[in-house]
C-alpha cells in the first residue's frame, strides 16, 4: 500500500503540525487551512490528530516527545504501519471515552487496529516523561491495543501475578501493577514498562540488554533479578537488587543511545547496584539517590524476592510448594512417584523457566507450562 504522509499516525509525530495546534499563527493556519482545501476528505482526521495532540498535552504538560525519543518509540511499529494499515477514511474506529484532568471528556480517534498499537506507543511516552498523567486516560488506550502488537498484563487480583516473557525471562507482578511489553524478536533490546510493584528474573543476553521503563527512570541489566517498585501513589520509584548488576538512569539519557553498543557508553551507566543495594528515583527531580538500608522492598514471607530457593537435600514436594507459593502457580505431579525424591541446587535470580529445568533434569522428567499450571512427568526415583 502507498504510503501517506499525512495519515494520523504520521501527523501525531510532525513537527510542524504539533507546533501549529499547540502555537498556531497566521502563518500556519493559512498553510492548513490550504491543505484542507486541497484535501478535503483528510478533515476528520486532522481534527483527530489535534484533538489527540492537544489532549495529551494539557494532561502531561509536554508539547511532544525528543526527537530520539519519537523515533526509538515509532521503530517498534514502523513496518507494521507502511505495510497494510487502511486509511483513516477507510476505517474508523468508535468514540473511546477518557478521563482527564482537564475537563476533556471524549476523544474521537479515527484508527485502524494497527494505528491504535501507535497511538498507545506515543501515550507512554506523554505519560512517563511526566509526574503527574492521569493512568486512567492511558490505561483505556492501551487495552485498545491489538494481540500483534505491545501486551498489556494487569494484576487486578490480590495475589502475584507470574508473567512469563518470550527470551524466557520471567516477571512477578503484585496486585495492582501494571506490564507493558513487545513479543518482537527483531529489537535490539528487550523493553517493558511498569506500572507499580514487581520482581524481575532475567535470562542473560549480552546481545540484547534488559531496559525497564517506570516514570521517568530506566533500569539496564543483562541478566540478574531485582525488585522494582513503581507505585503510582509513591512519590519516588524503588530499585532493589537480589543478585546480579543492573544499572538505573534516567531515561532522558537514552536520547543518547541509538545502538546497543551506546547503552554502554559512560555517561549512561547511571548507578550500578549488586547484591542486596538499594535506590530511590525522585518523580519530581529526576535525581537517584543509594539508600542506606536496602531490604525493605519485601512486604512478607510471600514476597519473592526474600525467598533464598537454596535446597540441600530437599524433597520435591517441599520445593513445589515454595514455587507454587512464591510464584502464584499449580504444579500438578505425581505425589507417589516424585514427592520423596531428593533435589540440592542453587535456585537464585534464575527465571522461572531455568528452576524448572534444572529440577527436571535432577527428575529426569519434562514439564508443560498452561497459563498459571504446571504439569510434570517422569518416572520419579521409586
Known amino acids: ?91 474508523v474506529m468508535p468514540l473511546v471515552q477518557a478521563r482527564t484532568v482537564s475537563g476533556w471528556r471524549w476523544v474521537r480517534v479515527a484508527a ?37 502488537g505491545a501486551i498489556q498484563k494487569s494484576n487486578d487480583t490480590d495475589k502475584p501475578m507470574m508473567i512469563l516473557l518470550s527470551d524466557g525471562s520471567s516477571v512477578v507482578l503484585q496486585p495492582g501493577g501494571h506490564l507493558s511489553y513487545s513479543e518482537a524478536s527483531n ?29 521517568g527512570l530506566a ?15 509513591n512519590k519516588d520509584i524503588k530499585v532493589e537488587v537480589r543478585t546480579g548488576t543492573v544499572a538505573v538512569f534516567s531515561i532522558n539519557n537514552l536520547d543518547k543511545a541509538k545502538t546497543s553498543e551506546e547503552l554502554d557508553k559512560p555517561e549512561l551507566q547511571g548507578l550500578t547496584l549488586t547484591h542486596d543495594e538499594m535506590i530511590a528515583f525522585s518523580r519530581e527531580n529526576g535525581k537517584i539517590v543509594r539508600l542506606a538500608e536496602p531490604g525493605k522492598l519485601a512486604q512478607s514471607d510471600k514476597d519473592i524476592s526474600k525467598q533464598r530457593f537454596v535446597f540441600d537435600e530437599t ?13 502464584n502457580v499449580k504444579i500438578i ?12 541446587a542453587t535456585l537464585i535470580g534464575q ?3 531455568e528452576k524448572l529445568d534444572v529440577i527436571c533434569n535432577a ?9 498459571n499450571q504446571v504439569t510434570i512427568l517422569g518416572k520419579g526415583c521409586k
Not at 21 to 31: C, N, T
Not at 125 to 134: A, L, P, R, S, V
Not at 219 to 233: C, H, N, P, Q, Y
Not at 363 to 371: G, H, P, R, S
Open 1 to 91: 500500500m502507498k504510503h501517506d504522509p499525512y495519515s494520523l499516525t504520521e501527523l501525531i509525530r510532525n513537527d510542524d503540525f504539533i507546533a501549529w495546534v499547540m502555537h498556531p499563527d497566521a502563518l500556519s493556519d493559512r498553510r492548513w487551512e490550504l491543505f484542507l482545501e486541497k484535501h478535503p476528505a483528510k478533515r476528520q482526521t486532522v481534527e483527530s490528530a489535534r484533538e489527540y495532540v492537544i489532549l495529551l498535552a494539557k494532561d502531561t504538560g509536554r508539547d511532544q516527545p525528543t526527537k530520539n525519543q519519537s523515533d526509538r518509540m515509532w521503530s517498534a511499529v514502523e513496518s507494521r504501519m507502511h505495510e497494510s494499515v487502511p486509511s483513516a477514511e477507510e476505517n
Open 112 to 148: 485502524s487496529a494497527a494505528l491504535i498499537l501507535s497511538i498507545g506507543s506515543v501515550s507512554y511516552w506523554f505519560y512517563y516523561k511526566n509526574t503527574n498523567g492521569n493512568r486512567d486516560n492511558i490505561a483505556e488506550t492501551q487495552e485498545t491495543l491489538p494481540g500483534a
Open 187 to 215: 529489537k535490539r533490546r528487550r523493553e517493558v514498562t511498569l506500572t507499580g510493584k514487581a520482581f524481575f528474573e532475567i535470562v542473560k543476553n549480552k546481545e540484547k540488554p534488559f531496559l525497564v521503563y517506570s516514570y
Open 219 to 233: 533500569t539496564k541489566v543483562l541478566g540478574t533479578s531485582f525488585m522494582i517498585d513503581a507505585s503510582e501513589e
Open 315 to 327: 524433597p520435591v514436594s517441599e520445593v513445589f510448594r515454595v514455587l507454587e507459593h512464591v510464584y
Open 333 to 344: 505431579y505425581d505425589k507417589d512417584k516424585m514427592g520423596s525424591c531428593p533435589l540440592n
Open 351 to 353: 527465571p522461572f523457566r
Open 363 to 371: 527428575l529426569d522428567a519434562q514439564y508443560d507450562i498452561v497459563d
